[in-house]
């Protein structure tokens, strides 16, 4: 009987390996065919069945697809091979609760199958469901007592207790799972270090130091690689300063060059020893390392900075000594410049001076002269970087003239780097030793703008020319091109970038959110789009986790679970939903796509969605080189948080707006436009203003910015408030509710409303910046859009109520008739007033579509320069076209009022 089934699994296989090698060569309909072929014979085969519903589903017919498998778990199979293919239809249809229901139905068939409750237990990871997972856990090591299933158990009842309020957790779950761990202690059954890690983790979460102590001391710390470090930070936390001061000992005997173990040693010794015996201690490291390690000078550094304001350290040489030495040492290497960032604040602007002086002629490059090495040429450029971190670069230390003479100095020092290592003789993803010479000129051409921002473009090609792989020229040359309003040049440099995975989360601020106010309103839709598509099947698909829980990695687990909700709650991820929603609403062409469209996206109105505290800002903002100028109060430079809040601000903007448009679709909007318009306007009105204050300094709402991170938040806020967009439509959604059409102040208001008009086209023939004209353009577009959208949606709500009235009294008819008239009146004269701004958008942009750009560029033969003038023009043209193409779809919409 065994025989004869293991001949029907072996034919089944067979016939079905056909169906497998199509779908995974991504041919559908061949794998369609076949599985009909298969079906013909064994109408009944439940494996053939759901592959056939996976390649509908791939094939876009869900709705057959969904017919299958309903069909198919209605007859509740157990195989494993089916529940495979069916858990992998349901996880590209994002149902994960479905793989759940179908190995539950399994399970309480089989019970005693091995295999079905580890894959329960999985599609419980999936869900997050923690009191399920650790219920199937225990089944597991009931019908298999593995220890790996009794600490899926305990990670189950662990992430309970992380998600519990903190009463919760202390008072029942941890207790809960340290017993469980001491049972298996006890028994003598624990011997895995992951199973150690757990269980000191489960002490940690409940304050249990001493305890944790204890097991480091222990035989269980044998498992543990990394038990003498966790041991050396709990005595530092415990404050047995004496026994962590040898522990760090230990530990920096076994490794010289680990900086955090000086760092804690440094804080516990300090504690109880004077600053002089530290310092004799890293002397010895210094010379029994034998070597050129980097750690123990900096240990150096740390000790002078902890030490007490005016306590002398004997025989401790002076600051400016200990740093020259300091680049002596190590002063080719990349890492030099961020090492003495962190300390040279210590020093007086006196001795800032005294410092680079001494590394100046240690480096050996007179004033007029060129580096003769690659190693010359790097410490030569960490001795730039220093002196523009000293604020030799910038007023007062040096004006524009000595600016301009800066860059041509480092151009030069390029073009000599460039010569000692040509580009033939480097590998494409080798950098240029020299690139950096640009990077410098670059922030300074930034800095001074307005006719030299084409130079930096060209320096920056050039250099990109040379090292195709050095992102920090990429990066620099997106926020060169984005200043300068060529979002198109911005977008194919960003593309070089290949930013991947969660690199779309963290660099995604770079130039996603400039796409549409800068007009290239498809390329926006697709990048948005994908950068939706991204957090959804991240969130969606935890795949990470399930490995994790496979593989014992216990510590991970919670790490991931961390990720996870840092996505779901990533700042970057709602924001791009949101602009994406309003996006698509700017293509409706009828008051029938509107209405539909707003269903599909179910915006909630009467709940908000978005929960603005809880959301992160997830931008890697270290990730753009600066070397600014450091400060004596410690100002953040890039303004984090500043822009942070500009951030949120917009995002509540948008939302809000948003939601104005779905309360029109709704048959009783009047409370809820009342809400909205209220929330708008004191936005608008009093939050707004106050944060845009710290970036509009000196009265000056549109200069340059001269922070190297981009500042969409900030230019786009700017714009929606100064255009008084949101002003204006707070004001047509509140005259709404009282009137129910636009009355007159309301369409006097649209009529001077500054966002519905263009401003006048850059002067051509000298190097100028786009951004702000096309800031405005594209506000002028979207802003059309978004009334335009509004007022046809009002107006079709009304339609109903004129239609019930025709079946009243005669004088009751002539009441509605007069009313009736002066409402479609007031929808035609806001329709035509709309109509006449459209209008006046298109002429605009088409006149501007014949703008040549000028650039300043010496030689437009050049390669390069021909290049930059070929993306900037395209770019230009491309955000013209889009902005059209919005406004003809915003003609279709308004010539459904008028009628």
Same mark, same amino acid.
Not at 47 to 57: I, M, N, Q, S, T
Not at 345 to 366: F, N, P, W, Y
Not at 600 to 621: A, F, H, K, P, Y
Not at 658 to 666: M, N, P, Q, Y
């Given at each position: 009987? $065994?025989? %004869?089934? &293991?001949?029907? #699994?072996?034919?089944?296989?067979?016939? +079905?390996?056909?169906? /497998?090698?199509? =779908?995974?060569?991504?041919?559908?309909?061949?794998?369609?065919?076949?599985?009909?072929?298969?079906?013909?014979?064994?109408?009944?085969?439940?494996?053939?069945?759901?592959?056939?519903?996976?390649?509908?589903?791939?094939?876009?017919?869900?709705?057959?697809?969904?017919?299958?498998?309903?069909?198919?778990?209605?007859?509740?199979?157990?195989?494993?091979?089916?529940?495979?293919?069916?858990?992998?239809?349901?996880?590209?249809?994002?149902?994960?609760?479905?793989?759940?229901?179908?190995?539950?139905? $399994?399970? %309480?068939? &089989?019970?005693? #199958?091995?295999?079905?409750?580890?894959? +329960?237990?999985?599609? /419980?990871?999936? =869900?997050?469901?923690?009191?399920?997972?650790?219920?199937?856990?225990?089944?597991?090591?009931?019908?298999?007592?593995?220890?790996?299933?009794?600490?899926?158990?305990?990670?189950?009842?662990?992430?309970?207790?992380?998600?519990?309020?903190?009463?919760?957790?202390?008072?029942?779950?941890?207790?809960?799972?340290?017993?469980?761990?001491?049972?298996?202690?006890?028994?003598?059954?624990?011997?895995?270090?992951?199973?150690?890690?757990?269980?000191?983790?489960?002490?940690?979460?409940?304050?249990?130091?001493?305890?944790?102590?204890?097991?480091?001391?222990?035989?269980?710390?044998?498992? +543990?690689?990394?038990?003498?470090?966790?041991?050396?930070?709990?005595?530092?936390?415990?404050?047995?300063?004496?026994?962590?001061?040898?522990?760090?000992?230990?530990?920096?005997?076994?490794?010289?060059?680990?900086?955090?173990?000086?760092?804690?040693?440094?804080?516990?010794?300090?504690?109880?020893?004077?600053?002089?015996?530290?310092?004799?201690?890293?002397?010895?490291?210094?010379?029994?390392?034998?070597?050129?390690?980097?750690?123990?000078?900096?240990?150096?550094?740390?000790?002078?900075?902890?030490?007490?304001?005016?306590?002398?350290?004997?025989?401790?040489?002076?600051?400016?000594?200990?740093?020259?030495?300091?680049?002596?040492?190590?002063?080719?290497?990349?890492?030099?410049?961020?090492?003495?960032?962190?300390?040279?604040?210590?020093?007086?602007?006196?001795?800032?001076?005294?410092?680079?002086?001494?590394?100046?002629?240690?480096?050996?490059?007179?004033?007029?002269?060129?580096?003769?090495?690659?190693?010359?040429?790097?410490?030569?450029?960490?001795?730039?970087?220093?002196?523009?971190?000293?604020?030799?670069?910038?007023?007062?230390?040096?004006?524009?003239?000595?600016?301009?003479?800066?860059?041509?100095?480092?151009?030069?020092?390029?073009?000599?780097?460039?010569?000692?290592?040509?580009?033939?003789?480097?590998?494409?993803?080798?950098?240029?030793?020299?690139?950096?010479?640009?990077?410098?000129?670059?922030?300074?051409?930034?800095?001074?703008?307005?006719?030299?921002?084409?130079?930096?473009?060209?320096?920056?090609?050039?250099?990109?020319?040379?090292?195709?792989?050095?992102?920090?020229?990429?990066?620099?040359?997106?926020?060169?091109?984005?200043?300068?309003?060529?979002?198109?040049?911005?977008?194919?440099?960003?593309?070089?970038?290949?930013?991947?995975?969660?690199?779309?989360?963290?660099?995604?601020?770079?130039?996603?959110?400039?796409?549409?106010?800068?007009?290239?309103?498809?390329?926006?839709?697709?990048?948005?789009?994908?950068?939706?598509?991204?957090?959804?099947?991240?969130?969606?698909?935890?795949?990470?986790?399930?490995?994790?829980?496979?593989?014992?990695?216990?510590?991970?687990?919670?790490?991931?679970?961390?990720?996870?909700?840092?996505?779901?709650?990533?700042?970057?991820?709602?924001?791009?939903?949101?602009?994406?929603?309003?996006?698509?609403?700017?293509?409706?062409?009828?008051?029938?796509?509107?209405?539909?469209?707003?269903?599909?996206?179910?915006?909630?109105?009467?709940?908000?969605?978005?929960?603005?505290?809880?959301?992160?800002?997830?931008?890697?903002?270290?990730?753009?080189?600066?070397?600014?100028?450091?400060?004596?109060?410690?100002?953040?430079?890039?303004?984090?948080?500043?822009?942070?809040?500009?951030?949120?601000?917009?995002?509540?903007?948008?939302?809000?707006?948003?939601?104005?448009?779905?309360?029109?679709?709704?048959?009783?909007?009047?409370?809820?436009?009342?809400?909205?318009?209220?929330?708008?306007?004191?936005?608008?009105?009093?939050?707004?203003?106050?944060?845009?204050?710290?970036?509009?300094?000196?009265?000056?709402?549109?200069?340059?910015?001269?922070?190297?991170?981009?500042?969409?938040?900030?230019?786009?806020?700017?714009?929606?408030?100064?255009?008084?967009?949101?002003?204006?439509?707070?004001?047509?959604?509140?005259?709404?509710?009282?009137?129910?059409?636009?009355?007159?102040?309301?369409?006097?208001?649209?009529?001077?409303?500054?966002?519905?008009?263009?401003?006048?086209?850059?002067?051509?023939?000298?190097?100028?910046?786009?951004?702000?004209?096309?800031?405005?353009?594209?506000?002028?577009?979207?802003?059309?859009?978004?009334?335009?959208?509004?007022?046809?949606?009002?107006?079709?709500?009304?339609?109903?109520?004129?239609?019930?009235?025709?079946?009243?009294?005669?004088?009751?008819?002539?009441?509605?008739?007069?009313?009736?008239?002066?409402?479609?009146?007031?929808?035609?004269?806001?329709?035509?007033?709309?109509?006449?701004?459209?209008?006046?958008?298109?002429?605009?942009?088409?006149?501007?579509?014949?703008?040549?750009?000028?650039?300043?560029?010496?030689?437009?033969?050049?390669?390069?320069?021909?290049?930059?003038?070929?993306?900037?023009?395209?770019?230009?043209?491309?955000?013209?076209?889009?902005?059209?193409?919005?406004?003809?779809?915003?003609?279709?919409?308004?010539?459904?009022?008028?009628?």
């Amino acid at each position: 009987m $065994a025989c %004869k089934t &293991d001949m029907d #699994n072996t034919v089944n296989e067979r016939r +079905l390996r056909p169906i /497998y090698d199509w =779908l995974d060569n991504g041919n559908n309909k061949k794998a369609l065919q076949e599985a009909d072929k298969v079906l013909k014979k064994q109408p009944s085969n439940q494996c053939a069945r759901v592959l056939k519903a996976l390649a509908l589903l791939r094939l876009g017919k869900e709705n057959e697809c969904q017919v299958i498998m309903d069909k198919v778990r209605s007859e509740v199979p157990c195989e494993d091979s089916t529940l495979q293919v069916m858990s992998i239809c349901y996880r590209e249809r994002h149902q994960p609760d479905k793989i759940s229901e179908v190995y539950e139905a $399994a399970a %309480k068939v &089989d019970p005693n #199958n091995e295999e079905l409750l580890i894959h +329960l237990f999985m599609s /419980y990871v999936r =869900l997050g469901d923690y009191k399920k997972q650790q219920n199937t856990a225990l089944a597991l090591y009931k019908l298999k007592p593995k220890n790996p299933y009794y600490f899926w158990a305990v990670m189950s009842v662990v992430m309970q207790a992380i998600h519990a309020d903190e009463k919760l957790a202390k008072g029942v779950a941890l207790p809960l799972a340290e017993r469980m761990v001491l049972k298996l202690i006890k028994e003598g059954k624990m011997k895995a270090g992951q199973e150690v890690q757990l269980y000191l983790m489960i002490l940690e979460l409940q304050g249990k130091n001493e305890e944790m102590l204890n097991v480091l001391s222990g035989h269980l710390a044998s498992y +543990l690689s990394s038990a003498a470090q966790r041991k050396a930070a709990l005595l530092l936390k415990l404050e047995h300063f004496p026994e962590a001061v040898n522990a760090y000992i230990e530990l920096i005997n076994e490794n010289f060059d680990n900086w955090a173990y000086y760092q804690e040693y440094l804080l516990a010794a300090l504690k109880f020893q004077k600053p002089i015996e530290c310092s004799n201690f890293l002397n010895k490291c210094i010379i029994a390392s034998g070597k050129k390690v980097r750690a123990p000078y900096l240990a150096k550094f740390e000790l002078l900075k902890l030490t007490k304001s005016g306590e002398v350290i004997e025989n401790v040489i002076e600051p400016v000594d200990l740093m020259y030495q300091y680049f002596s040492q190590f002063g080719e290497k990349g890492c030099v410049v961020g090492d003495l960032r962190l300390y040279i604040h210590l020093l007086t602007s006196a001795g800032k001076l005294q410092l680079l002086q001494k590394i100046e002629e240690d480096v050996g490059v007179k004033a007029e002269g060129f580096p003769t090495t690659v190693q010359q040429i790097q410490r030569h450029i960490h001795l730039e970087q220093l002196r523009r971190i000293c604020g030799f670069h910038h007023s007062p230390n040096a004006d524009i003239n000595k600016q301009k003479q800066l860059v041509e100095r480092l151009c030069k020092l390029y073009e000599k780097g460039n010569e000692l290592c040509p580009v033939q003789d480097r590998l494409p993803t080798d950098y240029c030793p020299a690139d950096s010479y640009i990077l410098l000129a670059t922030h300074l051409l930034h800095e001074l703008w307005c006719n030299t921002n084409d130079r930096a473009m060209e320096l920056l090609e050039r250099g990109l020319l040379s090292s195709p792989a050095n992102f920090h020229i990429k990066i620099l040359l997106i926020r060169i091109y984005l200043e300068a309003g060529l979002v198109g040049a911005a977008d194919h440099i960003f593309m070089l970038l290949d930013v991947k995975h969660i690199q779309l989360d963290s660099l995604g601020y770079l130039h996603v959110p400039l796409l549409a106010p800068l007009g290239h309103l498809s390329l926006a839709s697709i990048t948005l789009d994908h950068a939706t598509k991204f957090f959804i099947a991240y969130y969606k698909d935890v795949y990470y986790l399930t490995f994790a829980y496979k593989y014992g990695s216990f510590i991970k687990i919670q790490e991931f679970v961390e990720l996870k909700e840092r996505l779901e709650n990533s700042f970057h991820f709602v924001m791009t939903t949101v602009d994406k929603m309003l996006l698509e609403l700017g293509w409706c062409s009828s008051s029938t796509s509107l209405i539909s469209t707003l269903d599909n996206m179910d915006i909630q109105l009467t709940e908000d969605s978005v929960r603005l505290n809880s959301l992160r800002d997830n931008r890697d903002l270290e990730v753009v080189h600066g070397w600014e100028p450091l400060t004596e109060n410690g100002e953040d430079l890039r303004m984090q948080e500043e822009t942070r809040v500009c951030m949120l601000r917009l995002l509540a903007v948008r939302n809000l707006i948003l939601k104005i448009l779905a309360a029109c679709a709704t048959s009783d909007s009047s409370s809820l436009l009342s809400r909205f318009s209220n929330e708008l306007k004191q936005l608008n009105n009093e939050q707004i203003p106050l944060i845009l204050g710290k970036f509009d300094s000196e009265g000056k709402k549109n200069k340059p910015c001269k922070m190297l991170v981009p500042m969409d938040a900030v230019e786009r806020l700017r714009e929606a408030h100064y255009s008084e967009q949101l002003k204006t439509i707070a004001h047509l959604a509140e005259s709404l509710v009282q009137s129910r059409y636009p009355d007159f102040e309301c369409i006097q208001m649209l009529r001077a409303s500054p966002c519905l008009q263009t401003i006048d086209i850059p002067e051509k023939r000298v190097p100028v910046s786009f951004k702000h004209f096309l800031l405005r353009a594209s506000t002028c577009s979207e802003s059309l859009a978004i009334i335009s959208a509004i007022c046809t949606l009002c107006a079709t709500q009304l339609q109903p109520k004129t239609l019930q009235k025709k079946n009243k009294k005669k004088c009751n008819k002539q009441i509605t008739s007069v009313s009736s008239n002066d409402n479609d009146h007031n929808w035609k004269e806001v329709a035509v007033l709309l109509e006449e701004r459209v209008q006046n958008l298109d002429t605009v942009l088409t006149e501007f579509e014949k703008y040549q750009l000028h650039t300043g560029l010496s030689n437009k033969e050049d390669h390069v320069c021909a290049t930059i003038i070929k993306y900037g023009q395209d770019s230009l043209g491309q955000s013209c076209r889009w902005l059209k193409s919005r406004a003809q779809i915003t003609l279709k919409l308004l010539s459904s009022l008028k009628s």
